[in-house]
Antibody
Framework: QVQLQESGPGLVKPSETLSLTCTVS????????WSWIRQSPGKGLEWIGY???????TYSPSLNSRVSISMDTSKNQVSLTLSSVTASDTAVYYC??????????????WGQGTQVTVSS | EIVMTQSPDSLAVSLGERATINCKSS????????????LGWYQQKPGQPPKLLIY???TRQSGVPDRFSGSGSGTDFTLTISSLQAEDVAVYYC?????????FGPGTKVDIK
């Protein structure tokens, strides 16, 4: 059974960089697309972007200039960085698994999510 | 960007009765080359992540009870719970994975009447 666990600071100051890590167990991150999705009361579920284990990535245009997703196959981890955060980046951040070899697939596994609050 | 809308925002249904949720996309999510609609439905209970119920608009994910069904094509889709159970109280979201950014509907809250 694939399990995803997000970790990282729960509080980030405005203008700083948010960094989260997702550790995947019960399966390899290879051959799959891995997404980050966030959820806030005001914006609902928002897809941030995905990365394939080969290194190719696609990001939401609304966040493209501030976001980066990376992977460490040796540690079976997927990471998210979001720079220059503001209060509107406050949300629950989910790590999620997408398609196998194809990006255009639904999310079949989700982490439990981690709350990130942006505040001074 | 494909915009997803859902209706109603919320509904209350008696136990054992049918619940119907609608989802509409601003552009077609039907891939004519394989005749598949790139549309999924998720269920989210409080304090939990979303759970995939339906993909390709009408295919139930493994382990999902058969009282859940999906239908529709192109831009108009429906999730039906044929006989509402207490454990079905949740928020339901549709999502298109036809083109990036993959987008979600705003959700429909289902309660017991």
């Amino acid at each position: 059974q694939v399990q995803l666990q997000e970790s990282g600071p729960g509080l980030v100051k405005p203008s700083e960089t948010l960094s989260l890590t997702c550790t995947v167990s019960g399966g390899s991150i290879s051959n799959y697309y891995w997404s980050w999705i966030r959820q806030s009361p005001g914006k609902g579920l928002e897809w941030i972007g995905y990365m394939f284990y080969s290194g190719s990535s696609t990001y939401s245009p609304s966040l493209n200039s501030r976001v980066s997703i990376s992977m460490d196959t040796s540690k079976n981890q997927v990471s998210l960085t979001l720079s220059s955060v503001t209060a509107s980046d406050t949300a629950v951040y989910y790590c999620a698994r997408g398609g196998e070899t194809s990006a255009a697939r639904p999310i079949d596994y989700w982490g439990q999510g981690t709350q990130v609050t942006v505040s001074s | 960007e494909i915009v997803m809308t859902q209706s109603p925002d919320s509904l209350a249904v008696s136990l054992g009765e049918r619940a119907t949720i609608n989802c509409k996309s601003s552009q077609s999510v039907l891939n004519s080359s394989n005749n598949k609609n790139y549309l999924g439905w998720y269920q989210q209970k409080p304090g939990q992540p979303p759970k995939l119920l339906i993909y390709w608009a009408s295919t139930r994910q493994s382990g999902v009870p058969d009282r859940f069904s999906g239908s529709g094509s192109g831009t108009d889709f429906t999730l039906t719970i044929s006989s509402l159970q207490a454990e079905d109280v949740a928020v339901y979201y549709c999502q298109q994975y036809y083109s990036t950014p993959f987008t979600f509907g705003p959700g429909t809250k289902v309660d017991i009447k």
